[in-house]
Every structure is written in C-alpha cells, then in structure tokens.
C-alpha cells in the first residue's frame, strides 16, 4: 500500500539558510500534518492543513510557513535557520476521523 | 491543557514474557487515545487507538491496550514479547478526536534474547 512519502530524507543547512521540505499523503487523504521531533524528544505538532486550508496550528515558529497544494502535496518553508531547528520533520496523512498515518521523517540538520 | 505521562524511560522484558507499556493521561472531556511505535531511522507506525466502546483495544503484531477511566491510564500490553519489539513506544492523546496528537516522552523498549 501506498505511504507517507517525504522528500529529501535527509537535509543539511547552514544557519541563517531556508529549507523546504515536502510531503505527499497517501492517495486520497485530504488532511497533512506535520510534527517536528527534536533529539531525544517526541514529536511536536506545529501545523495541519484540510483540502488545502490551514486547519489547525501548534508550536510553529513565525519563520516556518507551510501550505497545501492543488494536488494535495505539502511543503514546509523554513527560513532564517537556527541551530535549534535541527530535528527530525514528520509529516502525516489521513482521512477525517481516521488515524494518521506518518512518513518516515527528514531529518534536518542545521550547520 | 492534555497532557500524556510514560513513567518509564525504558523497559526490559525477555523475550517470550509479557510486555506492559505504561501511559497515564490528563484531559478534560473524552479523549482519543493512541499508541505509536518508531523504529530507528524511521517513522511512527500506528498500533491501535481508543475512542469509545470496549476498554480492551486490539492493534497490530499481537499489542492491545487496556483503557481505564477511573486510572485516566492506557496501558500497552503484549501477552508473549518478541526480540522484533524492540523499539520505540509513544502514547498519544487527542483531545479533539483528530490528528493533532500530544505526545508522551516515548518508552524504549529492549527485549532480551
């Protein structure tokens, strides 16, 4: 079965850079997730989005953006890098009241 | 505001005997429940959930969870753990009944040849 695809699986940055990091949901999800887990931490959510609207927003700092595109991929711009920003980025599907199914991650990290 | 407690940084079993990952939560109204596994290098692969209904959750590999209101507890089990389990464990709450899940800290779990 189709999954949670995450591109790329690996980032490494300089501080002060932008990133993009995107997601493609399993086919016919119509809600993304993402979630940002630190080292040694669990995930945090920092924002979703339903049939390209932001639907809900967490722990999302003012220099990430993110959105929805037409054919439902999602992408997470993160500018100004900060050391801190090094973490492991989650993006996760599902249908309307059903459980999230979950990419396997790309791991950033901010030289 | 929710909040999920996994008392246990880690926890050992030998393979073969019971497994019991413990979760504890706090939030108001009735929440959805949730246990993750991760695996190194990899992403969380759903096990099983609660919403309503029966107290006993049966997931994926053999885990099931017990759901106790009274406790406000969510307990992972495993009747026989195998070498493969070894990962590891988030309990998640939300609060909402959708997708945006609090986390707990996780639990390593080692079984042991």
């Known amino acids: 079965a189709a999954g949670v695809i995450q591109s790329p699986r690996h980032l490494i940055k300089e501080k002060r850079e932008t990133a993009t990091l995107k997601c493609y949901p399993i086919?016919?999800?119509?809600?993304v997730y993402w979630y940002q887990q630190g080292p040694g931490q669990d995930p945090q959510f920092l924002i979703s989005?339903?049939?390209?609207?932001?639907?809900d927003k967490g722990s999302i700092p003012d220099r990430f953006s993110a959105q929805q595109f037409s054919d439902y991929h999602s992408e997470l711009n993160m500018s100004s890098l900060e050391l801190g920003d090094s973490a492991l980025y989650f993006c996760?599907?599902?249908?309307?009241?059903?459980?999230?199914?979950f990419g396997q991650g790309t791991r950033l990290t901010v030289v | 505001a929710q909040s999920v407690a996994q008392p246990e940084d880690q926890v050992n079993v030998a393979e073969g005997n019971p497994l019991t990952v413990k979760c504890t939560y706090s939030v108001s109204g009735n929440p959805y429940l949730f246990w993750y596994v991760q695996y190194p290098n990899r992403g969380l692969q759903f096990l099983l959930k609660y919403i309503t209904g029966d107290n006993l959750v049966k997931g994926s590999y053999g885990f099931e969870a017990e759901f106790n209101k009274s406790q406000t507890s969510f307990h992972l089990k495993k009747p026989s753990a195998l070498v493969s389990d070894s990962a590891l464990y988030f309990c998640a709450v939300s609060p909402l009944g959708n997708n945006r899940l609090a986390f707990g800290k996780g639990n390593q779990v080692v079984v042991i040849p």
């Open positions: 989005f339903y049939e390209k609207m932001q639907s």
């Open positions: 996760a599907s599902s249908l309307v009241d059903t459980e999230a199914f």
């Open positions: 086919p016919r999800h119509d809600t």
